[in-house]
């Protein structure tokens, strides 16, 4: 799986994503640490307030379907990403 997304260039190898692109475009990529596939984005906020993280992006469609961006309590950014079926 290959495709473009903002200015950059996503491959799926496996189990995992692959982002490719200048500095500039990988800049706002470069704090999460993992992407983790959800079966619903729907309830993620909710469970965020509820045990003190944010959403700091999202949800937004993206080629794949949606995605979101959040910080969990202790700091760590992750990427959550609901597949279109």
Request: a negative charge; hydrophobic letters at 40%.
């Given at each position: 799986m290959?495709f473009p997304y903002?200015?950059?260039?996503?491959?799926?190898i496996?189990?995992?994503?692959?982002?490719?692109?200048?500095?500039?475009a990988?800049a706002?990529?470069r704090?999460?640490?993992?992407?983790?596939?959800?079966d619903d984005?729907?309830?993620?906020?909710?469970?965020?307030?509820?045990?003190g993280g944010?959403?700091?992006s999202?949800?937004?469609?993206?080629p794949?379907?949606?995605?979101a961006t959040?910080?969990?309590?202790g700091g760590?950014?992750?990427?959550y990403?609901?597949?279109?079926v």
């Amino acid at each position: 799986m290959r495709f473009p997304y903002a200015d950059v260039e996503l491959a799926g190898i496996g189990g995992f994503l692959v982002v490719a692109g200048t500095e500039e475009a990988l800049a706002p990529f470069r704090d999460v640490r993992s992407t983790v596939l959800v079966d619903d984005l729907d309830g993620l906020g909710d469970l965020l307030d509820a045990h003190g993280g944010e959403i700091l992006s999202g949800p937004h469609q993206v080629p794949t379907g949606r995605n979101a961006t959040v910080r969990h309590p202790g700091g760590i950014v992750f990427e959550y990403v609901e597949h279109a079926v």
